[in-house]
């Protein structure tokens, strides 16, 4: 029983929420994703920290990416930061 509840206490999760608007019809909505693989969350790291501002389809786009490693926020990205920063 310790034992197990020492791996339950020491597992790391990665846990990401994106948050999505349709500029047409006004939803948003946040995709909440969660990991325990470090390999995995690096990769969702590297993809959601790319597309951050970009559009999934024609209306819907990323405005908000959030990243928490064992419920702690790490990383949180705004699409209008990253607009800011291309066009000067």
Request: proline share 0%; with cysteine.
């Amino acid at each position: 029983m310790t034992e197990e509840l020492n791996r339950v206490l020491h597992s790391t999760t990665y846990q990401f929420e994106i948050d999505t608007e349709d500029y047409v019809f006004g939803f948003k909505n946040t995709i909440k994703k969660r990991t325990k693989s470090l390999a995995k969350a690096l990769k969702l790291e590297q993809k959601v920290t790319r597309d951050c501002g970009r559009f999934l389809s024609d209306t819907v786009r990323i405005v908000s990416v959030r990243i928490y490693k064992n419920g702690e926020l790490r990383k949180e990205l705004h699409a209008e930061e990253i607009t800011a920063a291309y066009n000067g």
